[in-house]
């Protein structure tokens, strides 16, 4: 779908945005577009990305940042510094720290189902937030400080030795 999808263009980019803006359509099809629109290097793929970071749907958010992620590693000027993209690290850093103090409030209580989501939890929303600050600043930069902090190496948070893109 998604081949045949961006074989249109980005002459598509209004329609594929509607679609990914309507709560109504099935989930599995807004899922797709997110990939599509973030091969376009386009101002207006990068809106309709904009759009809709404020998704409920967790996963639908995140594709959306990824999305956002692969045009601004091809065009650095996009989506350029925008205020809905940093309301969207300021929420969620609250939603992060909100979820670590649950998580405290937990620890040692016999609630080990419930640990292991919020670590899950927590380990997918501190990539979000640092794929939202790769649109803002350099993605080589900000993947460093985040390799640096999840790795357990000492020299690994002193010296990034990999090159990674956050597409």
Aim: proline share 5%; with cysteine; aromatic share 8%.
């Amino acid at each position: 779908m998604r081949e045949g999808l961006a074989r249109f263009g980005p002459r598509i980019t209004g329609t594929l945005g509607d679609i990914l803006r309507d709560p109504k359509r099935d989930i599995a099809v807004r899922m797709e577009i997110p990939a599509v629109l973030g091969q376009f290097d386009d101002a207006r793929a990068a809106e309709a990305l904009i759009e809709n970071l404020t998704t409920d749907n967790p996963h639908l958010k995140y594709e959306v940042i990824r999305g956002l992620n692969r045009i601004h590693a091809r065009n650095p000027a996009l989506p350029g510094l925008r205020p809905e993209i940093a309301e969207r690290v300021y929420m969620e850093t609250r939603g992060y720290y909100e979820a670590l103090a649950l998580l405290q409030s937990v620890t040692g209580g016999g609630h080990g189902l419930l640990q292991a989501a919020l670590r899950e939890m927590l380990d997918r929303d501190l990539e979000v937030i640092f794929r939202l600050l790769g649109l803002q600043y350099s993605q080589k930069d900000i993947f460093f400080a985040y390799s640096a902090l999840r790795s357990t190496q000492a020299d690994r948070r002193l010296r990034p030795s990999s090159s990674w893109t956050m597409c």
